[in-house]
């Protein structure tokens, strides 16, 4: 798994969203920015994200990810 499609995974699933995704060998980094954060804490912020790549996280595709969640 690399950094293209962990973003497109996410701008595709979740609804006017634009992330950024760096990393490699299991490692991410993204910043994702959507209005479906407004008024929802981090924590719930980081828990739609996780859910979107749930399954490649589960595998072991993405062994870390530091998530960075935005409203525009």
Known sequence: MNSEEIK???EDSL???????????GKFEATV????FDGLSTV??????YKLLNE???SGAIHALTIK???P
């Open 15 to 25: 609804a006017d969203s634009k992330a950024t995704v760096s990393g490699d060998e």
């Open 44 to 49: 719930k912020q980081h828990q739609i994200v």
């Open 8 to 10: 497109n995974i996410i």
């Open 56 to 58: 490649h996280i589960a």
């Open 69 to 71: 969640a935005q409203t």
């Open 33 to 36: 920015i959507s209005n479906a």
